[in-house]
């Protein structure tokens, strides 16, 4: 089978979001088929995400319904060349934010990068919340990290901590007072401490935002290559309403938002078994709609997600229960909206012959 037969079989194959199939799409980059092996470079930006899973499956099937071996890679161009500059080695940067604080940001990151890193991922995790950095426990580390001198530059080796990549202000701060973190120096530090740690090879970096749309959030949006964001809030009108406020601000810095999570969304009676709507229904949903970004699912409030943050192991981690599921299922979400954002943006630059 020749290189242009195997292309046109390729049509076959569907991709879940973009509404056309691969090649129509621009997804497959290149194909030399050598003595029975196919050799297919395809355009996917997110790796482990489901639907860049099951699109890769759906290649192989092709391939060897024509009898043909596939040897699968995936490269996907970042948005821009500051990008690659700031982050070589880092495919997808997740920033999570909430309009205001308490609403379970940090812990929506801390499972979202460990149920990433679940489904087979390289994950990093950055705990930017300078007002109450507390990735750490949640993680159950406060190993402080190495810093080694690679060419004359101090280099921060971040820990690992359940299989991610760790890197908090929390862990480099002797005396945490709060205020010794307001402004300028927060917004410098941040920035500087960022640039020194030894990332390395991640498939996605989530950073935890300090909560609330100040000029904090406004510089590491400004100066870390943000893939989008996560929008973490409560039923309550008025999180919600902090929360608009925030997208609307991303907006303003042309940051894409990947969606909007519910946390605390209903609690599950232990002892009746009914589900009540503590803090009112729906709020997210609503929002979402509103301000016309993807809904990304609901989390419940239950007790176990704190007991696991305080213990340091994150609820995703633990098995068989629907709160653990609710999260698993939100790194998939997540991933899956990053992908379409990596995808979509390849063809459209495609399109345009770039
Ligand atoms: N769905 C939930 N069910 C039960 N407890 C939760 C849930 N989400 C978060 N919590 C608990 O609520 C507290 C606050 O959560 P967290 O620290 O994640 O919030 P935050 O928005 O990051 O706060 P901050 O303003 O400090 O940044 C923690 O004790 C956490 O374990």
Request: charged share 25%; proline share 6%; hydrophobic share 40%.
């Amino acid at each position: 089978m020749s290189d242009a037969d195997l292309r046109d079989r390729l049509r076959a194959v569907d991709d879940p979001a973009l509404d056309t199939d691969i090649v129509t799409a621009g997804l497959v980059n290149d194909i030399t088929v050598d003595d029975g092996t196919a050799a297919i470079e395809l355009a996917l930006g997110a790796p482990h995400a489901p639907d860049e899973s099951a699109i890769a499956e759906r290649v192989r099937e092709v391939a060897d319904e024509g009898e043909i071996d596939v040897e699968l890679s995936a490269n996907v161009p970042l948005f821009d060349a500051a990008e690659s500059s700031v982050l070589p080695g880092v495919k997808n940067v997740i920033a999570v934010a909430s309009g205001k604080g308490g609403v379970g940001k940090s812990t929506v990151a801390v499972n979202l990068a460990a149920g990433l890193a679940d489904r087979g991922a390289n994950v990093g995790l950055f705990d930017a919340d300078v007002y109450g950095p507390n990735v750490p426990q949640m993680l159950g580390s406060d190993t402080e990290p190495d810093v080694t001198t690679v060419d004359g530059e101090d280099r921060i080796e971040p820990p690992t901590a359940h299989g991610l990549k760790l890197m908090s202000v929390g862990l480099m701060i002797e005396d945490d007072d709060p205020v010794v973190w307001r402004g300028p120096v927060a917004q410098n530090t941040l920035t500087d401490l960022f640039a020194d740690v030894s990332w390395g090879t991640l498939d996605y970096l989530v950073v935890d935002l300090p909560p609330g749309t100040g000029d904090v959030q406004l510089t590491v949006l400004q100066n870390l290559p943000i893939t989008g964001t996560v929008v973490v809030t409560t039923p309550q009108s008025v999180a919600v309403d902090d929360s608009r406020r925030g997208i609307e601000m991303f907006g303003e810095y042309q940051t894409n938002v990947l969606g909007v999570v519910e946390n605390m969304s209903g609690f599950v009676c232990p002892s009746c078994g009914d589900t009540h709507e503590i803090f009112g229904e729906d709020g997210g949903h609503s929002l979402a709609d509103a301000v016309d970004v993807p809904y990304l699912g609901s989390l419940p409030l239950d007790p176990a997600i704190r007991v696991g943050a305080d213990d340091g192991k994150p609820i995703v981690c633990q098995d068989d229960t629907n709160t653990a599921e609710a999260f698993q299922d939100l790194a998939g979400t997540v991933a899956n909206k990053v992908g379409v954002l990596r995808r979509h943006h390849h063809q459209t630059a495609t399109d345009r012959g770039e």
